[in-house]
């Protein structure tokens, strides 16, 4: 069996249900819910969907890292992390450091008290601020798409 063919297939399905989930949210749910007139309850209802979500992006995060190195690990390639040509290995790891973070540590640790705290009148501002970091979230993943792809498969820019 080819071991990387196996890393390598965990590592697209893993990223098409995670990046998948984050486009679904920044899309749809976000700006649907900025429109609403919302309140607390919003506020809260929204989190609930969200972590919803996280529990299975902490999944594919994961199971993207591992497989990902996995291939790093087998393709004896640590070396391409010094190619500039290879920027999209670095871009890999960033998007997966922040979402890490996000899912890890704001999520279940900062955002509840946040959400707790929040006040009817203050909810105004949440929404749009979490449509624009998604937004910036989002296209970063999805550049770093286009180059992992392009990359994988020969092309240098
Ligand atoms: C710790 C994090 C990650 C590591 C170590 C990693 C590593 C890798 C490696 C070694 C490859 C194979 C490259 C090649 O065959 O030349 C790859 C491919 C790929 N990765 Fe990642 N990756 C990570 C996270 C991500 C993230 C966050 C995304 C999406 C935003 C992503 C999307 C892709 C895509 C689309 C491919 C190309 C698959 C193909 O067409 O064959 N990876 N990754």
Partial sequence: M?????????HVIAVVLWIGGVAMVTLVL?????????????LRLF?????????????TTF???LSGLTMLHLTHGWSRFTDPSNWWLHGMVLIWSLFTIMLFVIEPFILPRVVKK???????KI????????????AGSLITLAGG???AHGWSF
Avoid: C, Y
């Fill in 63 to 65: 199971l993207t890292a």
């Fill in 47 to 59: 989190h609930a969907i969200e972590s919803q979500f996280a529990t299975q992006a902490r999944i």
């Fill in 127 to 138: 929404f749009p601020a979490m449509l624009l970091l998604h937004r910036v979230l989002l």
């Fill in 118 to 124: 929040m006040r009817a009148a203050s909810t105004k």
């Fill in 149 to 151: 792809v392009a990359g």
């Fill in 30 to 42: 976000i700006p649907i819910f900025n429109t609403m007139e919302n309140d607390a309850d919003g």
């Fill in 2 to 10: 080819d071991w990387i063919v196996v890393a390598r297939m965990i």
